[in-house]
Structures are given as structure tokens and as C-alpha cells.
T-cell receptor, first 112, second 116 residues
């Protein structure tokens, strides 16, 4: 069975500070892993994904994530937060590629 | 079109009323997904189409929910005899090929359904 756990439903960081959003997954086979961002009243936008190959994945807007199989984690990071990063972030896992399982989301607030 | 389009954006239904939610995927996209996102929750899978074939409907919560994609493009999610617990944002996504083939899924803005 697949599932995703996002630790921390709300995260606040100061502008310019490191962003770290945590995601742990469970999967019976090597998974595909995704991070999506959702701005208010908008659809989900893909930030980055891991399918195979390099475990450090770079995405849009300066975000990156590292797949750590031993820790079953796929944490999202950004070295320096911008005000425009304030949004809801969802981690998702897929085994088949035809169905995503999403976490409950982490709301990121950036403090000026 | 340029992206996945969903209509209506907002729908208020009286309990017991039937509703139909429409999704226009990106032209040429083979795969189409429906998700339900309750307030404060992550999206939950409802159903998946590959062209006109509904390959997975394991996430549909009851037989009041029905989805179709008769010509392999536009899809409709129908909810019969709506109940208050159906209130949620319904998200549609499409992808060029099955996502395991290293393509991404593009999401629409969703339809916010409120059952009163």
C-alpha cells in the first residue's frame, strides 16, 4: 500500500531563510515521487519529480528534493525563501504512474 | 487549449440534487484523472481514464458517483443525490501518456462544490 506523510501542516520561515518541507512515504515497490504547489484558488502545479536516476532532483523556482530510499523520505528544500513561495505544498507518491497518493499538505508562510 | 479547463468553477447544490462537473483536458492527452480535495486535505484519487477507457474507478466513494469520457477527450463527473459530505473541490488532471512514462500530470483549477 502507498501512503504519504507530511510532517508539519504549517511551516513559517523568514524571507531569505532555508525552506525545509518534510515528506515520508511508504511503498511496496520503487516509487515515483512528486512535489506539487497550490496557490490560492489555483490548480496544482508540479514543482519537481523523481522517477529514476539521480536522487537529487531540481525543480522550478529554486526548489530541490532528495530521494533517500533508506529513510523513505523525499524532503523539499529551497536555500532562500521568497515571499512568492507562500502557498500549500503537497507531496505525492505513485507506484503505477496512474494513481497519485497525496499527503495532507504543508502550508508555507514567509515572514518579511 | 493551453491548460486543463474545468467548469463550472463554483457550484452550489441543494442536498439531493444531481450535479455534473466538466473537464476539458489538454488536447491530445491520453490520461485523465479525477481527484476530490476536501477542505484542509490533500487530493484523493477518484478515477482514471486512458483515452475513453475507465481503467480505475477504485476511488469513487459510492455508486452515486459516475464518470465518463466517451470520446477520449472531455470528461464529466456526475454526482447523483448530492449529500453534504460531497462538498469539496473536484480536481481534474491530464497527461500526455501514463505518468510512469516520465510525463507529468497537469491539473485544472478545480470545481468547488458546496452542498447545502
Amino acid at each position: 500500500a502507498q501512503s504519504v506523510t507530511q510532517l508539519g501542516s504549517h511551516v513559517s520561515v523568514s524571507e531569505g531563510a532555508l525552506v525545509l518541507l518534510r515528506c515520508n512515504y511508504s511503498s511496496s515497490v520503487p516509487p515515483y515521487l512528486f512535489w506539487y504547489v497550490q496557490y490560492p484558488n489555483q490548480g496544482l502545479q508540479l514543482l519537481l519529480k523523481y522517477t529514476t536516476g539521480a536522487t537529487l532532483v531540481k525543480g522550478i523556482n529554486g526548489f530541490e528534493a532528495e530521494f533517500k530510499k533508506s529513510e523513505t523520505s523525499f524532503h523539499l528544500t529551497k536555500p532562500s525563501a521568497h515571499m512568492s513561495d507562500a502557498a500549500e505544498y503537497f507531496c505525492a507518491v505513485s507506484e503505477s504512474g496512474n494513481q497519485f497518493y497525496f499527503g495532507t499538505g504543508t502550508s508555507l508562510t514567509v515572514i518579511p | 487549449g493551453a491548460g486543463v479547463s474545468q467548469s463550472p468553477r463554483y457550484k452550489v447544490a441543494k442536498r439531493g440534487q444531481d450535479v455534473a462537473l466538466r473537464c476539458d483536458p489538454i488536447s491530445g492527452h491520453v490520461s485523465l484523472f479525477w481527484y476530490q480535495q476536501a477542505l484542509g486535505q490533500g487530493p484523493e484519487f477518484l478515477t482514471y481514464f486512458q483515452n475513453e477507457a475507465q481503467l480505475d474507478k477504485s476511488g469513487l466513494p459510492s455508486d452515486r458517483f459516475f464518470a465518463e469520457r466517451p470520446e477520449g477527450s472531455v470528461s464529466t463527473l456526475k454526482i447523483q443525490r448530492t449529500q453534504q459530505e460531497d462538498s469539496a473541490v473536484y480536481l481534474c488532471a491530464s497527461s500526455l501518456r501514463p505518468v510512469r512514462l516520465n510525463t507529468e500530470a497537469f491539473f485544472g483549477q478545480g470545481t468547488r462544490l458546496t452542498v447545502v
